[in-house]
């Protein structure tokens, strides 16, 4: 087999250090391996909240140690688990604002990722209630669609992802990665 060129390549799910969990390299290491093969972009993701403000400082190295001769960019990204207040429009207007490009939906806090965890759900963070969006989704959908950015399903279950997958394109988002399909 031949080898496989990543110029250009853009990856909109990286987990990188410093996190609860041990990753396998930091924002720095990230984005010189990013560099090193020629990516052009990295998103990275904490389950904590966000990396918009890691994402700034990785740039700014870059430039300073680079001096403009690569087209990388890292990217910031807004995690909607129970540390940012869960589905919280504020945390995700303030994301947006400083740079974020994609809004992950709750992962760890997530109702479903507590349950096939075999861990206690009640303290989870809803995306659905009765069948129905919970009402502080719609203002981040639409904060969302105004930003042009990314919505990811985070650890939400195929149920709830099917009903805010079609609550998402009703509000005229149209860039949607569903994560974790075999949750």
Not at 153 to 168: K, L, M, N, W
């Amino acid at each position: 087999m031949g080898t496989v060129s990543l110029k250009g390549v853009i990856d909109i799910h990286v987990h990188s250090n410093p996190d609860i969990r041990h990753r396998a390299y930091d924002d720095f290491e990230l984005m010189e391996a990013g560099i090193r093969v020629g990516a052009r972009a990295i998103v990275i993701k904490t389950h904590q909240g966000t990396t918009v403000d890691r994402a700034y400082l990785c740039n700014r190295h870059n430039a300073l140690v680079h001096h403009g001769d690569n087209d990388f960019t890292m990217f910031g990204s807004v995690t909607l688990n129970r540390q940012m207040g869960g589905i919280n429009p504020a945390a995700v207007e303030s994301g947006l604002k400083l740079g974020a490009k994609v809004i992950w939906l709750p992962t760890q806090s997530a109702r479903n990722h507590l349950c096939q965890n075999h861990l206690d759900p009640s303290a989870c963070v809803d995306v659905v209630k009765d069948g129905r969006i919970v009402p502080e989704l719609k203002s981040v959908f639409q904060l969302v669609r105004d930003y042009d950015v990314v919505l990811g399903t985070g650890h939400i279950s195929p149920d709830e992802c099917f009903r805010v997958v079609e609550a998402a394109r009703d509000a005229g988002i149209r860039k949607i990665v569903v994560t974790h399909p075999e949750w």
